[in-house]
């Protein structure tokens, strides 16, 4: 099955690893080696963000 393209830009997703604290697994496995609740804990905290973002309009 193919992989469709990403909702998120890539210096997104590196600061939001950065944030949460496993940039150094990205850097040294890429992003298939994280874990599954880190890339929710990634997702939930992009939601946050947008959330926040709309708040502010």
Request: zero cysteines; glycine letters at 12%.
């Amino acid at each position: 099955m193919a992989r469709r393209g990403g909702v998120m830009s890539e210096s997104f997703k590196i600061e939001l690893a950065k944030d949460l604290g496993f940039y150094d697994v990205v850097q040294r496995e890429g992003w298939g080696g994280i874990r599954t609740k880190d890339a929710g804990n990634m997702v939930k905290r992009a939601i946050q963000i947008a959330e926040e973002k709309l708040a502010e309009r």
